[in-house]
């Protein structure tokens, strides 16, 4: 029910037109606004490069934490790819892991939200919040029963906090969303 839900909202509020959709335009420019990742870094690029690598077919789980596992991964990517298969990961393996990917699916075209706290009621706020959190995980998110921000959907976002690299308050505001957002661009999970 939350899946068609979201999808019925998105698509007549946030979804991009029809042509750019059908677009041909690739997010290499995306792509080279992505910082460098090297291993060891914690964060939202590094949780979605790992989602990303994923979904190519690295045994890779989303936790936020460049370790070995990800290491391994980078660097069969890089080889396969004609890149030196250093690891870092710079403008070369960016524009191969995301860039060729077309650009409404690294797109975040949802509108900014304000700051989230738990125990508010924020329909709107809720819904995109879970959306973003779906996308990212590819399962069902609990709570948010009635637009409100409870306890078993804090949960969620302070685990996700914690592999973004943030503080783990459970507050929605401006670093979370920005997190949120950039995960599900690099992984590339955007789209019509």
């Known amino acids: 029910m939350l899946a068609l839900t979201t999808i ?3 698509s007549s509020t946030t979804a991009p037109k029809a042509s750019a959709c059908s677009s041909q335009e690739n997010s290499s420019a995306y792509a080279a606004t992505l910082s460098q990742v090297n291993p060891g870094d914690r964060g939202a690029e590094v949780k979605g490069m790992q989602l990303r690598l994923r979904e190519l077919g690295y045994g890779l ?3 936020g934490l460049y370790a070995d596992n990800t290491l391994a991964a980078v ?3 890089q080889r ?4 030196n298969d250093s690891g870092i990961v710079g403008s070369k393996t960016w ?3 995301v860039g060729v990917l077309p650009k409404f699916r690294t797109e975040n075209l949802w509108p900014t939200m304000p700051q989230l706290n738990p125990g508010e009621r924020n329909p709107d706020a809720v ?3 879970q959306d973003h959190l779906m996308r990212i995980t590819d399962a069902e998110v ?3 029963a009635n637009g409100v921000y409870d306890a078993p959907l804090a949960t969620v976002v302070k685990e996700f906090q914690r592999q973004a690299g943030i503080n783990d308050s459970g507050i929605v505001g401006v670093r979370t969303w920005r997190a949120l957002g950039t995960v599900v661009s690099v992984r590339g999970n955007w789209g019509c």
Do not use: E, R, S, W
């Open 95 to 97: 524009q191969q892991l």
């Open 61 to 63: 789980n989303g936790t």
């Open 142 to 144: 609990p709570g948010g």
């Open 80 to 83: 396969k790819h004609g890149i």
């Open 127 to 129: 819904l995109q919040l």
């Open 75 to 77: 660097k069969d990517f």
């Open 8 to 10: 019925g909202i998105a």
